[in-house]
């Protein structure tokens, strides 16, 4: 029993001794970072204090609020990332009796380490590149995780803070690498002294990526990976377990082989552009370069491409010498030197080699150019390089140079002359488009667009015209007035090369047509004629003013007027007389002259700024020619003339146009058919106008009785109102405006018409009627059938005619035919029999049944005129005692009324 309690007490002592020599213990005011476990803060958190507090940024604990407040396990406390990702910062102790803060407990960091690659001679960050197998290498850490190597506790050799992990291009992973030593540095546990460190030590010579062993060598060419990873306190299977963010960045270098290689995203290229190849190799280590141009010259026309002169990376010879370079003999060329391998013309050949050292990734592009004196051939390009004394690689690609093609385009084959031409087109063998022109009476070798009278010399840029572009792509504008070109057809020559018609074997080309016309100014068919007050539109097409203008002249009885109207590029031009100022125009016969300045662009006459006189450019600028203006003023159709004349002399170039107008007084009229409608219907009135189409009236119908009467009488009014537009008719325009059914009682009515934007106007008297009744009569006969007619047994005496006396009015006085009995009438119908059948003779009853029943009809349509009057009488009769009883109407009112009452009974 003693032994067992003994035991127990000994257990009891040690055990808690472990736990506590286990445990990471956090001293007041240190650091914890997201993800740790198992920390004991119970330093950090002493009585009375048994909670934390977190003040937001800016605060001031003891007198602020806490933003929160979070109860802890002192001697095992984690700090989970869900929890504590968006409260890092200071926490402070706190006092939950009396709610009062203590002092900073510890501080919640996110861990951080960032890894770059530098390279140990130079110490330069090579991180992401390449560099040559055999390079010293060494790891550069960025971490905020010094601070655990601080803690009580903590020893370096048994704990760590992170691994460093290299991913091998086989898909392996290394924990130790080798170094210049031949001592292999473990790349585990490592425990940063400062927030920045190197590993392994600089003194160890770094990562070997060159070492050996076993004959070979320990690192494959190819990308490594290196991560690092958190050792401490399960911080890494937490973190990678939860989705709080954190900050741990690794790099990757890729380690080159020793083999030298040359490339190029394409092996055939269009003469007159340029191209790059891609060359790979040991960074640092040098690399020849040649174009094997066979049996070529190097002459113009007979060239291999050649390298673009000042390049990064890229060494030449000077065209004068040494040729250090060049004198350099491959290889696989049978000791020949560099320079007896390419042609020495031109720039002694100095153009066609060179000696490239690839950058720390291991490659360098290399740009070469090819011109229109580039042969159109294959060639081969090819490198070469040393490395490791006598290990020599090399590499080809081959090229082929291929001739290019020209276009040239424009908008249209016929222009007139002193319009612009835009001309356009691709050229795939220069940069450059050289443009020339034949045609008739210029050189036969060709002129220069722009001057076609210059002959074009081969060889001789300037003396061509050049559109520029974008290497592909070419655009010119040709401003065809400045040609001193006569109307005619032309040849245009694009070609990429500054050649003469007479030396275009050599190169691609293109030829386009143009014909070149004089130019014109036209109106198109239109109004004549415009009412005061009426806008005009003259609208016309012009040719050789681009986009220019053309001067209208408009001479009238008193009157002149100068402006101009622009003309748009597809010659369409619109000159509007405004509607104010044909107001102000007298009634009349005007001229319109449309003045086009032909080729030079320029009127060559026009009118001085006071409008007094008309000048010219002949015998000298400004030299007056007539006047508008002031006493002597030519007007009218003598200042159209004087224009004309004077535009048609042969110092002067412009053209011009002629159009008459006249202005008129506006005029509306009503159609008197228009003037005169029955009440049946709806009611249209209408007319004509010489006001413009699309105008509008304003129609005014009032009862014509309208008048003061006296507030006894009562009198129904009616009258309407509306606007029409005005119609484009055949010789003349009309308007109408439509009254609805009903609008409109019986009577008279005065209609007045208005122009809206005008002085136009008129009336009338429109007088609407009394439908007139119509009887129909409608007799229903039984024909007889031949058999009855054949045998004499006809019963034409018994037949009967059903008549239905039908009357149309548009007032109620009438009866409906609902209301008006159906009336039999019988009566004889002769019937039309075949011509072969004897017609039996008729007797005297039947002449007497016929009478008869005429009669009979004659007595209906008495009767219902009878019955009409009558129900009209009954009608007055009650109007007039509801007035004797109401108004009491003065009896010579009633003798009126009583000559009127006779008068409709007459």
């Known amino acids: 029993m003693t032994i067992r309690f003994l035991i127990l007490i000994a257990l009891f002592l040690i055990i808690p001794g472990l736990v506590a020599a286990t445990s990471v213990v956090i001293p007041p005011g240190g650091d914890v970072f997201l993800g740790e476990e198992g920390l004991d803060v119970r330093a950090a958190v002493p009585a009375p204090y048994d909670e934390i507090a977190f003040y937001p940024p800016g605060s001031s604990p003891g007198r602020d609020i806490p933003l929160d407040i979070r109860h802890l396990e002192k001697s095992s406390f984690s700090v989970s990332p869900n929890l504590y990702s968006d409260r890092t910062g200071s ?54 995780l010094g601070s655990v190597a601080q803690r009580p506790g903590y020893n370096p050799a048994s704990d760590g803070i ?3 992990l290299i991913s091998t291009p086989g898909g392996g992973t290394l924990t130790a690498v080798e170094t210049k030593t031949g001592s292999s540095i473990s790349l585990t546990r490592i425990t940063p002294q400062d927030s920045l460190q190197v590993f392994p ?167 070469l150019r090819t011109t229109d004196q580039t042969d159109d051939a294959r060639y081969t390009l090819k490198v070469e390089s040393k490395s490791g004394g006598s290990n020599i690689h090399t590499d080809e690609i ?21 319009e612009e031409v835009r001309l356009s087109g691709h050229n795939s063998e220069s940069c450059d488009t050289y443009l020339f022109i034949t045609g008739p009476n210029l050189p036969s070798a060709g002129g220069r667009l ?86 005009l539109t003259l609208t016309g097409m012009s040719s050789g003013v681009g986009s220019g203008t053309v001067a209208v002249w408009i001479f009238g009885r008193n009157y002149f007027r100068y402006d101009q109207a622009s003309v748009e590029r597809d010659g369409h031009f619109e000159y509007e007389i405004p509607g104010w100022q044909t107001n102000d125009m007298v009634a009349g016969q005007y001229v319109v002259i449309i003045q086009h300045p032909m080729t030079n662009g320029e009127f060559d006459i026009w009118p001085d700024g006071q409008r007094q006189l008309v000048l010219g450019r002949y015998p000298y600028s400004g030299a007056p020619i007539f006047r508008v203006g002031g006493p002597g003023a030519l007007m009218g159709s003598d200042g159209a003339n004087a224009l004309i ?152 005496s018994n037949e009967s005619v059903n008549v239905t006396p039908t009357v149309r009015s548009s007032t109620q006085l009438i009866p409906t035919i609902s209301q008006v009995p159906q009336v039999t009438l019988v009566t004889q119908v002769q019937t039309l029999l075949p011509v072969a059948t004897p017609v039996p003779e008729q007797s005297d009853d039947r002449i007497f049944s016929l009478v008869t029943g005429m009669g009979v009809g004659l007595l ?12 009209r009488r009954k009608g007055d009769d ?29």
């Open 878 to 906: 009650e109007s007039e005692d509801v007035t004797e009883e109401e108004d009491n109407v003065p009896e010579e009112d009633e003798r009126e009324e009583n000559k009127e009452e006779e008068n409709e009974e007459t």
């Open 645 to 796: 004349s004077a535009l048609n002399s042969a110092y002067i170039d412009d053209t011009y146009t002629r159009w008459d107008i006249r202005v008129m007084s506006p005029k509306i009229t009503l159609n008197s058919t228009s003037l005169r409608q029955d009440s049946d219907g709806p009611v249209k009135i209408w007319g004509t106008t010489n006001l413009g189409a699309g105008k509008r009236l304003m129609i005014e119908v009032s009862d014509n009785k309208f008048a003061p009467t006296r507030k006894e009488i009562r009198d129904d009014s009616y009258g309407f109102s509306g606007t029409a537009e005005i119609q484009e008719g055949v010789g003349e325009r009309y308007f109408s405006l439509t009254v609805p059914k009903g609008k409109l009682a019986p009577g008279e009515y005065r209609v007045l018409v208005q122009a809206v934007e005008s002085e136009a106007t008129t009336s009338g008297l429109l007088t609407i009627t009394e439908p007139t009744p119509v009887v129909t009569i409608q007799p229903t006969i039984k024909p007889e059938t031949p058999a009855q007619i054949e045998n004499g047994s006809s019963n034409r």
């Open 91 to 144: 926490w402070y102790q706190w006092d939950s009796r009396q709610a009062i803060p203590g002092s900073i407990a510890f501080n919640v960091r996110e861990p951080r380490v960032s890894v770059r690659i530098l390279q140990r001679l130079t110490m330069e960050d090579i991180s992401s590149g390449t560099v040559p197998r055999g390079s010293d290498l060494l790891f550069q850490m960025d971490t905020n």
């Open 398 to 418: 081959p090229i082929t140079v291929q001739k290019g093609s020209v276009s040239v385009a424009t908008g249209k084959d016929v222009y007139a002359i002193g």
């Open 201 to 367: 030590a600089i003194q160890t010579g770094g990562w070997d990526t060159g070492a050996v062993g076993s004959g070979n060598y320990l690192y494959a060419a190819g990308m490594y990976t290196i991560q690092p990873k958190l050792a401490f306190n399960r911080v890494d299977e937490n973190l990678k377990s939860t989705s709080a963010g954190y900050n741990i960045r690794g790099a990757s270098i890729t380690l080159g082989s020793d083999r030298t290689t040359i490339g190029t995203r394409d092996d055939q290229v269009i003469r007159g552009h340029s191209f790059s190849v891609t060359i790979s190799g040991t960074p640092g280590v040098p690399v020849y370069f040649w174009v094997d141009a066979g049996s070529r010259t190097g002459s113009p026309g007979d060239q291999p491409p050649m390298i673009l002169f000042a390049q990064e990376g890229v060494s030449q010879d000077s065209p004068d010498g040494p040729y250090l370079i060049g004198s350099y003999r491959p290889t696989s060329e049978g000791g020949r030197s560099i320079r007896e391998l390419v042609p020495r013309e031109p720039y002694n050949g100095v153009k066609y080699y060179g000696m490239i050292v690839p950058d720390r990734n291991g490659k360098r592009t290399l740009e």
């Open 860 to 871: 209906i349509a008495g009767l219902v005129v009878l019955l009409v009057y009558v129900l």
């Open 450 to 535: 722009d001057r076609p009278r210059q002959a074009v010399t081969t060889g001789n840029p300037s003396s061509f015209t050049t559109a520029s572009g974008d290497c592909e792509t070419w655009d010119y504008r040709l401003y065809t007035g400045e040609l001193g070109l006569d109307a005619g057809t032309y040849t245009i020559y694009a070609v990429p090369a500054p050649v003469s018609r007479n030396n275009l074997g050599s190169v691609p080309y293109q030829t386009i047509s143009l014909t070149l016309k004089r130019p014109y100014v036209s109106l198109m068919p239109q109004e004549t004629e415009v009412a005061k007050g009426d806008s």
């Open 162 to 164: 992170f691994d460093l």
